[in-house]
């Protein structure tokens, strides 16, 4: 069916609606600030397309995998001996304690993932657990892919349905707000330094909970400062941090003394995601999942979405653990099975310091094991990735060519998935940050009668 979907959308273009199309798209995205620094967010004239019973596969499993990771993460928030697997920083085991007993860490986060539809194979890579980005360029890019003539077309033949995301985002971070004791409205600083490449995503969130009637400023994490009892970005009472800087810059920046810290600590401000929410963000979550050390942790159910969706992952050390109910010895193994590998640091984001073991030589993959002996890594299998074909309009001539493409769900409060952050790539590793592709909406369709 979605062969069909996506058949159908290719055979409305021609050159001279490709080109129209793309320089519309371009003006919107000029007009709207989707752009990704200097770069506009989305280079192809064709969304990713779901039917509702695929959504649903993939929402209702990875439901249930949210559940393992909220039982990994309590866990380790009570037992210093299972956090060794997560191989914090110093920094971090002092402030992951502040949030024991207080609200759900995340009000919103998204795990990446590679779904082939085609006999439904679903296996995630990476859960953005801290700060995860997107939610903004997604709505609006959405909205200006509804004006474009071949979406037009398209909805003649079949029902299009977007999932916009910023209004479950702010009632995530409003009920977040109450369960911490709030009163009234708060007022909400969207905080990240203010040379980073997203700002304008953080601009369109801001206008958003404007509209919704709540307060918002930009506020970079310098500029902040912890008086009287309050956090103050200027004359602005910040009630709610929306917090987009990640905690490992944070730290390095400002030091663990900072007014953030002091004001999370002394209860004077309500920051979402707050401090533990670095313990799933980890790469080595995904160890720690598949671990069969920690395999009784989980019930049944989230063991085997586990095994299902999870791929073997361990942290890179001189120890014996089981691969496929075998024992392997794994610095040797994972020299011996490089093109089945990935090497990834535990804490980097943006696929900085990534190794693909099939695109490396013995040589230079035994120098990455090295390296990630002395350091915090994970070794994770190799995931097959998905690949389909998207329009573009190149020199005033239609192109319908692969690109490499990931599905990445969001998640509200810990629990519920809604929306989707679809990434397009021509490389194998998918990332905007670091440059190598391009962001299209998400849209369940349904075939009309």
Same mark, same amino acid.
């Given at each position: 069916?979605?062969?069909?979907?996506?058949?159908?959308?290719?055979?409305?273009?021609?050159?001279?609606?490709?080109?129209?199309?793309?320089?519309?798209?371009?003006?919107?995205?000029?007009?709207?600030?989707?752009?990704? +620094?200097?770069?506009?967010?989305?280079?192809?004239?064709?969304?990713?397309?779901?039917?509702?019973?695929?959504?649903?596969?993939?929402?209702?499993?990875?439901?249930?995998?949210?559940?393992?990771?909220?039982?990994?993460?309590?866990?380790?928030?009570?037992?210093?001996?299972?956090?060794?697997?997560?191989?914090?920083?110093?920094?971090?085991?002092?402030?992951?304690?502040?949030?024991?007993?207080?609200?759900?860490?995340?009000?919103?986060?998204?795990?990446?993932?590679?779904?082939?539809?085609?006999?439904?194979?679903?296996?995630?890579?990476?859960?953005?657990?801290?700060?995860?980005?997107?939610?903004?360029?997604?709505?609006?890019?959405?909205?200006?892919?509804?004006?474009?003539?071949?979406?037009?077309?398209?909805?003649?033949?079949?029902?299009?349905?977007?999932?916009?995301?910023?209004?479950?985002?702010?009632?995530?971070?409003?009920?977040?707000?109450?369960?911490?004791?709030?009163?009234?409205?708060?007022?909400?600083?969207?905080?990240?330094?203010?040379?980073?490449?997203?700002?304008?995503?953080?601009?369109?969130c801001?206008?958003?909970?404007?509209?919704?009637?709540?307060?918002?400023?930009?506020?970079?994490?310098?500029?902040?400062?912890?008086?009287?009892?309050?956090?103050?970005?200027?004359?602005?009472?910040?009630?709610?941090?929306?917090?987009?800087?990640?905690?490992?810059?944070?730290?390095?920046?400002?030091?663990?003394?900072?007014?953030?810290?002091?004001a999370?600590?002394?209860?004077?401000?309500?920051?979402?995601?707050?401090?533990?929410?670095?313990?799933?963000?980890?790469?080595?979550?995904?160890?720690?999942?598949?671990?069969?050390?920690?395999?009784?942790?989980?019930?049944?159910?989230?063991?085997r979405?586990?095994?299902?969706?999870?791929p073997?992952?361990?942290?890179?050390?001189?120890r014996?653990?089981?691969?496929?109910?075998?024992?392997?010895?794994?610095?040797?193994?994972?020299?011996?099975?490089?093109?089945n590998?990935?090497?990834?640091?535990?804490?980097?984001?943006? +696929?900085? +310091?990534?190794?693909?073991?099939?695109?490396?030589?013995?040589?230079?993959?035994?120098?990455?094991?090295k390296?990630?002996?002395?350091?915090?890594?994970?070794?994770?299998?190799?995931?097959?990735?998905?690949?389909?074909?998207?329009?573009?309009?190149?020199?005033?001539?239609?192109?319908?060519?692969?690109?490499?493409?990931?599905?990445?769900?969001?998640?509200?409060?810990g629990?519920?998935?809604?929306?989707?952050?679809?990434?397009l790539?021509?490389?194998?590793?998918?990332?905007?940050?670091?440059?190598?592709?391009?962001?299209?909406?998400?849209?369940?369709?349904?075939?009309?009668?």
């Amino acid at each position: 069916m979605l062969r069909e979907a996506i058949d159908t959308y290719h055979g409305l273009l021609d050159d001279q609606l490709a080109a129209d199309s793309s320089e519309h798209l371009y003006k919107m995205q000029r007009e709207r600030h989707l752009y990704f +620094g200097d770069r506009p967010l989305c280079t192809v004239l064709r969304p990713y397309f779901y039917f509702a019973d695929d959504w649903q596969y993939m929402k209702s499993e990875t439901e249930i995998l949210l559940g393992a990771f909220a039982r990994a993460h309590e866990a380790c928030l009570h037992s210093a001996e299972l956090r060794e697997q997560l191989a914090l920083e110093p920094y971090e085991e002092q402030l992951f304690s502040l949030d024991i007993g207080g609200v759900v860490p995340w009000t919103s986060s998204r795990l990446d993932s590679f779904f082939t539809v085609d006999g439904r194979i679903l296996k995630y890579v990476e859960y953005n657990a801290e700060t995860p980005a997107g939610m903004g360029y997604e709505d609006v890019l959405a909205e200006a892919f509804a004006e474009l003539e071949p979406m037009k077309r398209f909805a003649k033949q079949y029902h299009v349905q977007g999932m916009p995301m910023l209004g479950n985002l702010l009632s995530a971070l409003l009920e977040a707000y109450k369960e911490w004791g709030g009163q009234d409205k708060p007022q909400i600083a969207i905080v990240d330094w203010r040379e980073v490449p997203t700002l304008t995503e953080h601009e369109i969130c801001r206008e958003h909970f404007e509209r919704s009637g709540i307060k918002a400023v930009l506020a970079d994490p310098r500029a902040l400062e912890y008086r009287d009892g309050k956090l103050w970005a200027g004359d602005f009472r910040v009630d709610v941090i929306y917090k987009r800087v990640l905690i490992s810059e944070l730290i390095q920046h400002m030091g663990i003394d900072n007014p953030i810290v002091r004001a999370v600590r002394n209860k004077a401000v309500l920051m979402t995601n707050s401090f533990s929410a670095k313990l799933m963000a980890k790469k080595a979550s995904f160890a720690f999942l598949s671990d069969e050390r920690n395999a009784t942790l989980f019930t049944p159910e989230q063991q085997r979405v586990i095994a299902a969706h999870i791929p073997w992952t361990r942290n890179v050390s001189e120890r014996k653990t089981q691969y496929k109910g075998q024992e392997v010895d794994l610095v040797p193994f994972i020299a011996e099975y490089r093109e089945n590998l990935v090497l990834k640091p535990n804490d980097e984001y943006g +696929g900085k +310091g990534v190794f693909l073991g099939w695109e490396a030589t013995a040589e230079q993959w035994n120098e990455v094991i090295k390296t990630a002996l002395n350091n915090r890594y994970v070794v994770q299998e190799r995931v097959n990735v998905i690949y389909r074909d998207f329009p573009a309009a190149i020199e005033g001539k239609l192109n319908i060519s692969p690109r490499f493409v990931d599905a990445n769900p969001y998640v509200f409060y810990g629990k519920t998935v809604y929306g989707c952050l679809t990434r397009l790539s021509s490389l194998a590793l998918l990332n905007v940050t670091a440059g190598a592709g391009s962001v299209v909406p998400t849209f369940v369709i349904r075939k009309k009668e």
